[in-house]
């Protein structure tokens, strides 16, 4: 495997539904969550080597070497594992930084699980959960490549089975930073805690979409447009906002009625992340090269 150029997807996540329950004394926010993976992503292409280096391409403006996630995600897994090898990751970027669907937490979960199995330090998901935690309160959810239901401040993952809907993703031309919205003293934080079970049964909401409408109205205008058309929300913190629906041909007649000028994809929910898909290939081929 070294040497051999391999290719990963990264895909995004949508939070379905995000609700704020408490605030820690350090200042950390304790959540109820669902995540979903989506097939729409990043792809990262990475040639392990033997020279222990970590090198990237493309370079990505404003952002040093050491503070990318990719970057500090590999060079992780070598100190937990004193792995020698290296590996150059050239990442192709599709998904926007700052829209709330996970693009840097998801590049820094492929990476740790794809040079897991390149390198062949063999941790196992939770493992490379751990590690991702250091990384982001997201990562691990990525790494460990299911569905899920996270509580705590997004640690505490519970698999979770929610009906793999189409939507339609639409980002304005804004980037939030989650720090903006979790520390804006209008923020609910009181929200009551409720059962897994309960929650599925109930309509879905986020807590910080409020704030973000408030402060971003370029978003609050997205919004409500979605709305005409379906049940609409804001994902996470940041700036994308997706549209429900049951089949893609619906979200398709959506898409074509919103301006060319606004940045929009359609993609259908996962339960199964299409990275670990792409693994379970991977490491068929190598059992059969054996």
Known sequence: MIAETTHWPSPAK??????????????????????QFLDHGDELSITANSTGEITLSPE???????????WKAARALQERTGCRFGAHIKLKKVLPMGGGIGGGSSNA????????????????????????????????????????????????LVQ????????????????????????HPKL??????????????SEYGND?????????????????????????RLTGTGSCV?????????????LRKLP???????AQGRNISPLYETLAKYRLAHTQSI
């Open 188 to 201: 609910t934080r009181n929200t009551p805690k409720r059962s897994l079970a309960t929650l599925l049964d």
């Open 14 to 35: 949508l939070n379905l539904f995000l609700y704020i329950t408490g605030r820690r004394d350090n200042g950390y926010h304790e959540l109820q969550t669902l995540f």
């Open 208 to 232: 910080c979409e409020k704030i973000v409408r408030m402060l971003y109205p370029e978003v609050d205008k997205q919004l409500s447009w979605l709305l005409q058309y379906a049940p609409s």
């Open 260 to 266: 060319d000028t606004v940045s929009a994809f359609i």
């Open 60 to 70: 990505i403006p404003g952002v040093p070497l050491q503070d990318n996630l990719i």
């Open 160 to 183: 979770a089975s929610p009906d793999e809907k189409w939507y339609l993703v639409v980002r304005p031309d804004v980037s939030i930073a989650t720090v903006d919205i979790f520390t």
């Open 109 to 156: 979960a492929t990476t740790l699980v794809a040079l897991n199995h390149l390198w062949q330090t063999d941790l196992e998901d939770n493992q490379l959960a751990d590690i991702g935690l250091q990384l982001g309160a997201d990562v691990p959810v990525f790494a460990r490549g299911f569905a899920a239901f996270a509580e705590g401040v997004g640690e505490k």
């Open 242 to 254: 997706f549209a429900v629906f049951s089949s893609k041909q619906e979200a398709e007649d959506v």
